[in-house]
């Protein structure tokens, strides 16, 4: 196959799997791999690749300095950048946002899951079928990033509401009468719980203090530790962003 995607691998995991996946694909081409930070960005300038696949902790420098590192020396021919680590913790992912990165996933990762991902990211698409998948990670990523834990029901209820909002925006000007009982049907509950459970999970988030990752993401200073979103708001606000991502 032609024109294939051309890759680098930065992982430092003893585990083989998405290198032979690579290695045995039709769509991709690993051009080079490493998990020393400095041939990592010696190979990445010199080779070029489309996307650069990288492990947060790498020999001699972490990621993040790494893909630091390129961003001052490549500018136009910069790839794509999707993290990947054992590492989950909300600062992270924060920081991957906030460096440039297109993505952040969690180790064990399915070589189908991550190709998917790339191709995404390349060109824009959503493979059919796998849309909502996508969005749900998305959505996930900004949770974790901002302190809401998955155990709490809220969570669900935040997240159904953000994909709600991202379908129908106008939503969010109903969402006493129509946005609430929505999800109340789709969890069998009330309404009323479903409110008590956002508003719970999003006084878990600033009370975990963070704010700055929430400021850090929309790259704008909206709120303070003093001054908590509505349910309402913070619903829109990731919408808004999921909208704008595409």
Known sequence: MENKITVYLADNSEDKNLENYFNKSE??????????????????????PQVLIMEIMLSGMDGFMVLSSLKSKLKESMPKVIFISNLSHSGFVSKAIKEGASYFMVKPIMPDNLAERIENILYEK??????????????????????????????QFLREAVKLAVE????????????YPTIAERFETSSSKVERGMRHAIEV??????????????????????????????IALIADKMIMEG
Do not use: C, M
């Not at 769509?27 to 070029?48: P, R, W, Y």
């Not at 959503?126 to 709490?152: C, M, Q, R």
């Open 27 to 48: 769509k991709f081409e690993l051009i080079g791999s490493s998990a020393i930070a400095e041939q990592v960005i010696k190979d990445v300038k010199e080779k070029k």
């Open 126 to 155: 959503t493979v059919e079928g796998k849309d909502e998948k996508l969005l749900d990670e998305k959505i996930s990523n900004i949770f974790i990033s901002i302190g809401i834990p998955a155990h709490i029901k809220g969570y």
């Open 168 to 179: 129908e925006p106008e939503i969010i000007g109903s969402i006493t009468k129509k946005l």
């Open 205 to 234: 988030a600033w009370n975990r203090g963070k704010i700055e990752n929430i400021n850090t993401l929309f790259g704008l200073k909206i709120y303070s530790s003093n001054e908590k979103p509505t349910n309402g708001e913070l």
